[in-house]
């Protein structure tokens, strides 16, 4: 569906089902330089039991206008007022990489609006290989190369996509190069650069938050996804083995399995 | 000291490896370092949920093997991999994939610009099946890049071709006439069963659908049928309001908008879920077993099958009972430099050729050749000759003929990867059975 935020149209998807505001709503929120179409495979569950789903893209990414945000914390306050604009008072965030500084942040800034937070591949911070994000910069498709080689893992190099016949590496560099690169993944990786708020923020959530980690993360390894999960009081930790950072991808039925336990518990919705 | 800056190059697997490995985990499968072959119709649900997020499709999953199997899966993952696509979806034949690709593309009252230089079935296809389903096409010839952009209509869905015509080798100027599709916001199909992966990747030369028969080079082995579709995933569906179906709402599956749920796959999970469903043109998962084992040689094969052609062109060109010959390597053929551009690995193993003598000739000779095999197939790691006036193009009649740029002296020779001077000697028992009539006759 399409919205205004900030006057400026918003693509969302909804998983296939119509939005209906009476329902709890779950906000996904992608990875740099990604789109809605990364969460295809954890949305549509939600949507055809009773959730509201929205799978944004963000600004300047996928089918979204206006230009791509420059700081993790700009990112947040545009989650914040995605929640105001689809008039809702409260939200899930489910974020996944970039996503998960994003919502962290966001349920810091904003802790009476988010309900649970869900992180997947996620860290305090992410600083960037200085060479990525030059050549991210610099417009160079060798960046999205790059970050599909090192978002995947070894088992996830040779496919075995959940869904038949799609082939991930080569879905998710169509994806990341759907728009201009220096545009949205140069601008994201540096915004992930210079976020260094995450330890702190994470320290003031207080909601039921989850970490999905794997085992073969070289992006965001599992030592540091830990190291933040400590801050967070009561937070969850799943492990994943023999999955990359891409592992709502690799991995997408033990992700579902995971997410749908932690979010039917802690954010139950009466619809069926 | 050198003072060169250090770089990082993507280590994902390159065409060889992924030849072998691409689409299959051993350890989601028993640690079966083979593929399995998933010899079933059906699979078993967890409880009604997962049925019902399977057909909703929630979740990835086979539900009946007509619309997908896991050995079927493994062949259309590792062919997506070769040719730089999103997704594949494999069918019981080269032909059931075209088909595919055009009813996933159109409606009836559309229109498609077609190359003339296709192999029969395809031109009959295109010519009087199409037709039927109130589907339209104008034929072009392969060379005559502006009678592309010419023959495009309003309601012109896309444009159709095999980069090297079967059986003439006139090459389509792909990347020229996939900006003419482009500027009119429509995709270019390219059927490139002659080349295979190795030698060419179309979607680097702005091909946006890629259809192969399986059963040709993929395979090798000559022993099993299979087609497939791959989507290279940049094209983009929502530009204008040419494609309904993929970008409105699809009642078959709870309003779903293709394009904007599935964006650089949707065309092959609009082929899959509607195509196969509702026609089930699906590959048997022992002939994919089968098309995998010739793939894991793909490279090693498509090789000798280059160098062997390009002997035989040699030995062709000097032949005194020989007109003339048709390969993209010869230097005077019209499209040599074309070819060196599209494919820089070897210019394929399909050679047309004139033998002096004209029909009755042809047909004396392909009687008499012992090791080259006469039938109507072309891709087989054994060399393959037939006469298509007579034989894969002879449902054609004589003005269409014409128009594909055939003769009656035309032999279609399939150059195979036995030791090439067995296969010279052979031609050479062939061309003498060739010229003796003529003897007779002039005595």
Not at chain 1, 45 to 74: C, N, R, T, W
Not at chain 1, 94 to 111: A, D, F, K, M, N
Not at chain 2, 259 to 274: C, D, I, Y
Not at chain 2, 336 to 351: Q, T, V, W, Y
Request: charged share 20%; hydrophobic share 40%; with cysteine.
């Amino acid at each position: 569906m399409k919205f205004k935020v900030n006057n400026e149209e918003v693509y969302a998807s909804t998983g296939g089902r119509p939005f209906d505001k009476n329902k709890p709503l779950i906000i996904f929120v992608h990875g740099s330089g990604l789109t809605h179409m990364t969460w295809v495979l954890q949305t549509r569950y939600f949507a055809f039991h009773g959730y509201s789903v929205l799978a944004l893209d963000m600004p300047g990414h996928g089918l979204s206008g206006g230009k791509s945000l420059k700081s993790i914390e700009d990112m947040a306050d545009w989650i914040k007022a995605v929640i105001d604009a689809v008039d809702y008072k409260e939200a899930s965030l489910v974020g996944h990489s970039q996503g998960c500084l994003v919502t962290i942040e966001c349920t810091s800034r904003y802790p009476d609006k988010i309900k649970t937070l869900s992180l997947m591949g996620g860290a305090g911070a992410i600083p960037m290989n200085p060479e990525l994000l030059s050549l991210a910069e610099n417009n160079d498709p060798k960046a999205v190369d790059l970050m599909m080689d090192w978002a995947h893992g070894p088992a996830g190099h040779f496919g075995g996509h959940p869904v038949p016949g799609l082939y991930h590496i080569n879905t998710g560099g169509m994806l990341a190069k759907s728009r201009t690169i220096k545009d949205t993944l140069g601008v994201d990786f540096r915004a992930c650069d210079n976020y260094k708020n995450g330890f702190e923020a994470a320290k003031k959530i207080k909601i039921p938050t989850l970490s999905i980690l794997a085992t073969d993360d070289k992006m965001c390894p599992v030592k540091e996804g830990k190291k933040l999960a400590d801050l967070i009081e009561g937070s969850k930790v799943d492990i994943i083995d023999n999955c990359g950072h891409m592992m709502l991808l690799e991995e997408a039925d033990r992700v579902l399995k995971v997410l749908k336990k932690f979010i039917t518990t802690n954010y139950p919705s009466k619809f069926k | 000291m050198s003072d060169k800056k250090k770089t990082t190059n993507p280590n994902t697997y390159k065409f060889d490896t992924l030849s072998l490995h691409a689409g299959y985990q051993p350890h989601k499968n028993a640690g079966s370092r083979q593929v399995p072959i998933y010899q079933t119709t059906s699979y078993l649900f967890d409880d009604v949920d997962h049925a019902a997020a399977l057909f909703n499709l929630e979740r990835g999953g086979h539900i009946y093997s007509r619309i997908s199997n896991p050995t079927v899966g493994v062949l259309e993952e590792r062919v997506a991999s070769l040719e730089g696509g999103t997704a594949a979806l494999a069918t019981s034949s080269g032909m059931s994939a075209i088909f595919l690709t055009v009813m996933t593309l159109c409606e009836a009252g559309d229109h498609l610009v077609v190359s003339s230089q296709l192999y029969g079935g395809t031109v009959n296809l295109f010519r009087l099946t199409l037709p039927k389903f109130g589907i339209k096409c104008t034929f072009v010839k392969p060379r005559d890049t502006e009678g592309f952009k010419k023959a495009i209509q309003k309601n012109t869905k896309g444009i159709f071709g095999e980069l090297v015509g079967n059986p003439g080798n006139e090459i389509m100027n792909m990347p020229e006439i996939a900006k003419i599709a482009h500027d009119a916001g429509i995709p270019l199909m390219v059927d490139a069963t002659y080349q295979t992966p190795y030698l060419c990747k179309p979607f680097e030369h702005g091909a946006d659908i890629v259809i192969h028969s399986l059963t040709k080079w993929m395979a090798g082995h000559g022993s099993s049928m299979a087609g497939i579709l791959v989507e290279g995933g940049k094209f983009d569906w929502m530009q204008n309001d040419k494609f309904p179906t993929m970008t409105k709402p699809y009642e078959g599956y709870h309003g779903l908008s293709f394009a904007e749920e599935f964006g650089p796959t949707a065309f092959t999970m609009k082929a899959r879920a509607e195509g196969m469903r509702d026609f089930g043109p699906c590959l048997s998962p022992q002939n994919a077993w089968n098309v995998l084992q010739g793939i894991e040689t793909l490279s090693v094969r498509m090789k000798k099958h280059c160098s062997n052609a390009e002997e035989m062109v040699k030995y062709l060109l000097d032949h005194k009972s020989v007109a003339w010959v048709s390969h993209p390597s010869v230097p005077d053929h019209p499209d040599h430099e074309l070819a060196k551009k599209l494919l820089p690995n070897g210019r394929g193993s399909m050679i047309a050729f004139g033998i002096k003598g004209g029909k009755d000739a042809g047909v004396a000779f392909i009687n008499n050749v012992k090791l080259a095999s006469h039938l109507a197939n072309v891709g087989d790691t054994r060399t393959l000759v037939i006469h298509p006036a007579s034989g894969t193009h002879s449902q054609m009649d004589e003005a269409t003929l014409k128009f594909a740029g055939l003769s009656h002296d035309m032999i279609r020779l399939s150059v195979g990867i036995e030791d090439i001077n067995d296969i010279k000697n052979d031609f050479e028992i062939g061309f003498r059975a060739a010229i003796k009539p003529r003897l007779v006759s002039n005595q």
